[in-house]
């Protein structure tokens, strides 16, 4: 019997150039549930596809109409989230951004004066008014933050710039009347890039850093590039495909702007001078290699970042069950984080 | 059309119990070659997966001698390895345990008073002697420090805890000279695995904790619970399944010892206390779950803690190609964590 032990030693320093390079096959497979989870997370992990993943609406018309009847419902259900998660709920304009006030019944004293600003995911096309607060709730109530949600304009409202100039504005109103480094920034998906462009944005303006930021599961590279849109392609079972709905709705917000601007795709951008940076992702997340790059260009550009990527979790599992463990756990490490670096 | 947006809003409080859970079928797929990594990357994620994976030794003399052919060819090659890094490479022994010392000709000035030790990985049965050293020899390149690498016994010379024991003997006697915060543990795979045990064994012993430890990849639940067991079956190169070569290895150092044991599987182990610990992993590591169960462990019991993830990386890829500009970013992020934290 012979095993050439190529692992660690012998190919180390000769055996590279004489590998033969093609892609992997990759025969069909089953996954089990994990349990290495909660119940609630298997029970995510378990569900099937995202429905409809596969239909791709083509113009800002046809996703307001799913957007609508998303947000209508999330109308019925917001409340009892807010009530279970103790925080108040205010819709207001600031500088003509329509935007959500959202405050904890309490406030913990380190945060008094501080402020977070959510954006909310969505693909840059779904998630309206209600629909959009179930993570600038969550994080208000685990973390003891407020938090203003910003309802930031979509197709075929606005395109792309509208959803960042949106953020932006909201920013800069709040610089007026509260320190930088009190304010923090947050997000998921979508949410997660335009934390990011936000920050890239306001470098390119002179803008002060906020104290810190989270971006969970970042859509940092819009162009499809990234190791994990092939191996967790059908394996997570929200975005399902680099192909699915959330492409589909990116390319309708881009309205024809390059794909590979860093105000869309982060990724690209100079993260020099970044605040503070945490990241969140999961083992079966298609945007996992859209994170961890994101990672690997912080700690290049020596900011200081954390990535929590979590056992089994497709794109922003971490967002759809508010009694998950995992869920509580995800929003106070996020707090903590915030807190580390943040202002007072 | 309807497309019921359950990303984020709707299933927030109500939708996981109507939840139809089942194992996920993914079809047969074909991974390309990520263009987001360094051309020496690309060529070592392009490789067929490792010869002989699925070839399944059952006993230590089965092992020895495929240990002992890797040895004899590592010890052609090692020196080119040494003289590239600028370290010099001399067998030790320590009370009565088989080891390297590994010196830099240049040690940086703030490790002066440093010494790390290597605990190599390979399954507990492979990278005898000079197989070994690779991981050591480029940590003291990259980094500057003194590193002793144990070369420990493995099957059948010893089984469990032969490998433990002779890490702590090492360990042991460093203290007597050393000031235990400037000692730092590190490995990859079963390596790493040893560093957990290792510190482990030390609560247990009321051994003072060393400043800092570096575990990359760590075979941390050898019992083959883990998502990424399955998600990266068959796309890690390197493992390639959880079912071959290396648990082979591992069943033969067990020696019927029961696998659960912390010592073996350090994720089931009390981490309260641990030293600020940096671990290392890819997107296709099949020990990626491994790697970010133990993170959350840490999290949980409050240690100072990095968790780095490489894109497209395969299990110990990093140890691969020392021209690879990934393998020098590992080593130089692991030495600087270590340097953040150790005693000087």
Excluded at 96 to 116: C, D, K
Aim: charged content about 20%.
């Amino acid at each position: 019997m012979k095993i050439s032990s190529i692992l660690f030693s012998i190919s180390i320093l000769i055996g590279s150039q004489s590998l033969a390079q093609k892609p992997l096959k990759v025969p069909e497979k089953t996954l089990p549930i994990p349990t290495t989870v909660s119940p609630q997370m298997q029970k995510l992990i378990g569900a099937p596809y995202r429905t409809d993943w596969d239909v791709l609406p083509q113009t800002g018309e046809q996703w307001k109409v799913i957007a609508d009847s998303d947000a209508k419902a999330a109308q019925k259900t917001l409340p009892e989230l807010a009530k279970l998660m103790k925080v108040k709920v205010e819709p207001i304009i600031i500088e003509g951004v329509r935007a959500y006030m959202i405050t904890p019944e309490t406030i913990a004293p380190h945060n008094n004066n501080r402020i977070l600003i959510n954006m909310h995911g969505g693909c840059y096309v779904l998630n309206a008014r209600e629909a959009g607060l179930p993570e600038a709730v969550m994080l208000a109530g685990f973390g003891g933050y407020k938090v203003v949600a910003v309802d930031y304009r979509m197709p075929p409202e606005a395109f792309y710039p509208g959803a960042l100039d949106d953020g932006m504005k909201v920013w800069k109103a709040l610089l007026k009347t509260n320190k930088p480094e009190n304010i923090g920034i947050f997000g998921t998906s979508a949410g997660g890039a335009l934390t990011l462009a936000m920050v890239l944005k306001a470098k390119s303006e002179n803008i002060p850093m906020p104290g810190a930021i989270a971006s969970g599961t970042p859509m940092s590279d819009v162009t499809k590039t990234g190791d994990t849109f092939y191996t967790n392609e059908l394996v997570d079972n929200i975005l399902v495909s680099r192909d699915g709905f959330c492409d589909a709705g990116t390319k309708v917000y881009a309205n024809g702007h390059s794909l590979e601007d860093p105000l869309l795709s982060p990724v690209y951008g100079d993260l020099t001078g970044f605040p503070p940076t945490i990241l969140t992702s999961g083992t079966r997340d298609l945007l996992l290699s859209n994170t961890v790059r994101v990672h690997r260009k912080l700690r290049q550009a020596k900011v200081e970042t954390a990535l929590h990527v979590y056992e089994g979790q497709s794109h922003a599992h971490y967002l759809f069950d508010v009694n998950a463990p995992e869920t509580k756990e995800v929003f106070t490490e996020i707090a903590d984080f915030l807190d580390k670096y943040m202002g007072q």
